[in-house]
Nanobody, 124 residues
């Protein structure tokens, strides 16, 4: 049984940094895409970043490009999201996911394993 567990969320001031982690248990090596999504209250879930775990190619939403970095450990069991220059609009519940290939690993319907989420709050 696959489980994804996120950690690292918290409350920071604007301009601060956080590093999210997502540890996977179970067999997910056939899920080529790993990604981070977020959902703010009253808003739809939004793709943040994706990584092709096979070749290591990374992709970012325009809203986080240049501020966030997605990466994985060599064993590919842990996914990270380094978040710098945080803004109040980054406040959301952040979810990691693993799934099948899609353009830029951005299509949420291609993801079939999801974590429970970790809250990120950025104050101005």
């Amino acid at each position: 049984q696959v489980q994804l567990v996120e950690s690292g969320g918290g409350s920071v001031q604007a301009g601060g940094s956080l590093r999210l982690s997502c540890t996977a248990s179970g067999y997910i090596y056939d899920r080529i895409c790993r990604g981070w999504f977020r959902q703010a209250p009253g808003k739809a879930r939004e793709w943040v970043a994706g990584i092709n775990s096979g070749v290591g190619a990374t992709y970012y939403a325009d809203s986080v490009q240049g501020r966030f970095t997605i990466s994985q450990d060599n064993g590919k069991n842990t996914l990270y999201l380094e978040m710098n220059s945080l803004k109040p609009e980054d406040t959301a519940m952040y979810y990691c996911a693993a799934g099948r290939a899609s353009f830029w690993c951005s299509r949420d319907t291609n993801y079939d394993y999801w974590g429970q989420g970790t809250q990120v709050s950025v104050s101005s």
